[in-house]
């Protein structure tokens, strides 16, 4: 899963700052001649030691046994190779970059989407296409959900990394408040996607003040609403999911610079807007603040009816006491959509045992190390096998999974979905974008005109960043 271990601007260019001359350092490291160690499920020479490497991440207490067990299993599995576990599961970028500045890099870890082109331009990260296209299992044609897969590992045609898995927001939902308001409420089918104007309809209706009125109602009083019909967060993952469904681009796929000022990106980002300012159907920032309340508590206690997360948010979702449900996102311009996003696993350029690093990132894209994390609604399965009917069964777990959440996995995220990927500069571009945002959903200005304020000089920032 993403990490959300945001380093400021200040603190991103100080300690990135170091970076390039680790770029010659990772160029002038020894390497491990190629083949000198086994592949995995081979034993070493009698007598050999394995060959230890290290891998750091970060994550909570579920990530860290998940990752303890791979491990354990990987060992299992072969005698040459040993990892080390540094489980960083606070600041784990600045320490990350802290580590490249020094020259002692891990051999692999965990990169985050908005950090992986970066390391790719300057030359961090190892290049593993021969071995994944040499690989009779994840190297095969069909082993991922493709074009998403490629899209987010690939730049200039060469893989330098593996995704995790797949995580995408989608529409949670507390059954008990629909079903005591006789509503219909959302399919996990995409084909059956509501339309936003029913979306809206929907919310509103759900939507009322301390004396029962709705939103479209004479009387209603917006500074005293005792339940929300949807909370749609304003970040860039929920926001691109919007945008999607409008049939725009957070990230011109043709340019490599941000379309968020373009026409579909604006329209979308202002009905998200709107759902606060026009319709009082989503609370603002400033409201869960003054609730002191969680999307899951509030829907776990009457005072949400929708809530549109990641679908990690299901690891800890499922525990609320009301009946949870689940369903895809409403369209606007488009039938519906979604954002596909996770961390990367790669290797780093500078380790000494190139082979047996391979062989570490390979292990944690075979079903092993992926259907642990499925299990407990953190993960969705980026390997196609794990989505047919015999694969399907190694990992919806009854009581985690709501009925029907099989169509979030097969049909939704691989059939809709589409991929953020963050290019080099993005640390950076997105600082510089925030203020819009903000401007757009406080209501100081419109999605366009916000837009028009940012995005050029973002731009220029990504610009610059691609140069080098």
Not at 140 to 159: H, L, M, S, V
Not at 228 to 241: F, L, N, R
Not at 302 to 313: C, E, H, Q, V, Y
Not at 443 to 466: F, H, I, Y
């Amino acid at each position: 899963m993403q990490s959300r271990n945001n380093l400021s601007r200040r603190d991103f260019l100080r300690v990135s700052a170091g970076v390039s001359g680790v770029v010659l350092l990772a160029a002038c490291a020894p390497g491990a001649a190629p083949g000198a160690a086994p592949s995995s499920g081979e034993a070493a020479a009698p007598g050999a030691e394995r060959v230890e490497i290290t891998f750091m991440g970060w994550g909570a207490t579920e990530e860290d046994e998940g990752v303890k067990a791979a491990i354990a299993q990987f060992e299992s599995e072969q005698d040459a190779v040993k990892v080390t576990w540094l489980h960083t599961p606070e600041n784990y970028l600045e320490k990350l970059l802290t580590d490249i500045a020094a020259g002692t890099p891990p051999d692999t870890a965990f990169v985050g989407s908005g950090d992986y082109r970066t390391f790719i331009r300057d030359g961090l990260l190892l290049d593993i296409t021969d071995k994944l296209t040499a690989d009779p299992l994840v190297g095969a044609e069909n082993y991922f959900i493709e074009p998403q897969e490629r899209d987010r590992c690939t730049q200039d045609g060469k893989w330098y990394g593996i995704g995790s898995c797949w995580v995408a927001p989608h529409i949670y939902y507390n059954a008990d408040i629909f079903a005591e308001e006789g509503i219909e409420p959302p399919s996990n089918d995409p084909e059956q996607a509501w339309t936003w104007d029913h979306f809206v309809e929907v919310a509103t209706a759900l939507t009322k003040d301390v004396n029962g009125k709705h939103p479209n109602e004479s009387g209603f009083d917006p500074d005293n609403i005792d339940r929300y019909g949807v909370d749609w967060p304003h970040w860039s993952i929920p926001m691109h999911s919007a945008i999607i469904g409008n049939n725009g681009y957070w990230i011109d796929p043709n340019t490599g610079l941000l379309a968020i000022d373009q026409p579909a990106a604006t329209e979308a980002m202002q009905k998200l807007a709107d759902l606060v300012l026009v319709q009082n159907v989503n609370p603002a920032g400033t409201a869960m603040q003054a609730l002191g309340m969680s999307n899951t508590q509030m829907l776990e206690t009457g005072k949400l009816a929708m809530a549109i997360d990641g679908s990690w948010a299901l690891s800890w979702m499922y525990k609320i006491e009301p009946t949870l449900g689940t369903g895809v996102l409403p369209g606007m311009a488009a039938k519906t959509g979604t954002d596909m996003q996770a961390h990367l696993h790669s290797a780093f350029s500078a380790t000494k045992h190139p082979e047996e690093a391979w062989q570490w990132v390979r292990f944690l894209s075979t079903p092993f190390y992926q259907t642990q994390f499925c299990k407990i609604g953190l993960w969705l399965p980026s390997q196609k096998d794990l989505m047919t009917e015999e694969g399907l069964q190694t990992w919806i777990t009854e009581g985690v999974h709501p009925e029907g959440y099989v169509d979030i996995t097969t049909k939704f995220v691989p059939q809709y979905g589409r991929v953020l990927y963050m290019p080099p500069g993005w640390a950076e571009a997105a600082q510089i974008l925030q203020p819009g945002f903000d401007k757009l959903f406080i209501g100081d200005a419109t999605a366009e005109e916000a837009m028009a304020e940012v995005v050029p000089d973002a731009n220029k920032v990504l610009q610059e960043a691609a140069q080098g």
